[in-house]
């Protein structure tokens, strides 16, 4: 460990072990009641918000999977594939995420509109499915969708060595482009369900003081993809090519199998999805919601200072 993951964790102890209730303020702190040592005494508020942040890792760390198994080998597919949709029109290989951002505009409003109100009326669920329940159907769409590519694979490589190219990864062979729609189609009704349940799991389980830092998590979280997702493809490259075999990721698509390392992170999903049941399970419920405020004290829902008159 570096010196900064050091000064990290011994961060992290002091606050957890420090804390105090300040009883006499002349003699620990300073006249504005602030704390007189901040890094041998911390607020009880202050370990609170450190055990709020510590509180939601766990579930923060399922969703990188998700996104991470988003990054498809689709364009390499889909330029071996009959991309011809009507007349001389070719659907272009890269713009399948086309598809999921369609997939998304229609899942969020339908889920909104017509999903809610039904789960309300005949399941006395006023606000539809709960924040983990978003999050672990979106997870399950994942697996489907990795399931779907393997198996739409294995029928692409197939055919490509059947129609004898397998030694030419360039050559287009007579199955549609279309056979990837449905891999997409999954990934974006898992993204109309697992990012709002994390979001709503964030804001949940953090103070209001800090619920600023519940999009910070999430995009903290979009930075952590990207290594996850280079180190995997890196690891089953490497391994996978040990001894002068064809690795599963080869230039040569037709010789690799790509359908095995969607098998892969298939597994990894199921995987990804017990542990997410074990994180629920250790959570225990839900926190209550918050009662609103009544109409006679409409004032308390804001915190404000009067501003002085001219």
Excluded at 27 to 39: E, I, K, Q
Excluded at 189 to 215: C, D, L, R, W
Aim: charge should be neutral.
């Amino acid at each position: 460990m570096n010196n900064l993951q050091w000064v990290t964790i011994i961060f992290f102890y002091r606050c957890l072990n420090k804390a105090c209730i300040i009883r006499n303020p002349e003699t620990v702190s300073n006249p504005d009641a602030s704390v007189l040592d901040p890094w041998n005494q911390c607020t009880v508020g202050q370990v609170e918000s450190l055990k709020s942040l510590l509180r939601v890792l766990p579930m923060w760390s399922t969703g990188i999977f998700m996104v991470a198994s988003q990054a498809t080998f689709s364009t390499v597919q889909a330029n071996t594939m009959d991309r011809r949709l009507f007349g001389t029109f070719k659907m272009p290989a890269g713009s399948f995420n086309l598809v999921i951002v369609i997939t998304v505009s229609i899942i969020i409003p339908t889920y909104d509109r017509v999903m809610v109100p039904l789960l309300a009326k005949y399941m006395s669920m006023p606000r539809g499915f709960s924040c983990r329940s978003r999050i672990g159907i979106g997870l399950l769409f994942v697996c489907a969708s990795k399931a779907t590519s393997a198996v739409v694979e294995t029928m692409r490589r197939n055919a490509a060595i059947e129609e004898g190219f397998e030694d030419q990864p360039d050559s287009v062979i007579h199955m549609s482009v279309l056979w990837l729609v449905p891999e997409f189609v999954f990934l974006g009704i898992a993204e109309g369900f697992n990012p709002v349940g994390q979001v709503e799991f964030f804001y949940t389980y953090i103070p209001k003081s800090m619920s600023s830092f519940a999009m910070a998590l999430f995009t903290l979280q979009l930075a952590a993809v990207d290594i996850f997702g280079n180190l995997l493809v890196s690891i089953v490259d490497k391994v996978t090519s040990v001894g002068g075999n064809e690795s599963w990721l080869s230039t040569n698509i037709n010789k690799g199998h790509l359908n095995y390392y969607y098998a892969l992170l298939t597994c990894l999903g199921i995987l990804n999805y017990l542990y997410f049941l074990a994180i629920c399970w250790a959570y225990g419920p839900a926190p209550q919601q918050k009662l609103e405020p009544s109409a006679g004290k409409e004032e308390e829902k804001f915190d404000y200072t009067e501003l002085p008159t001219s």
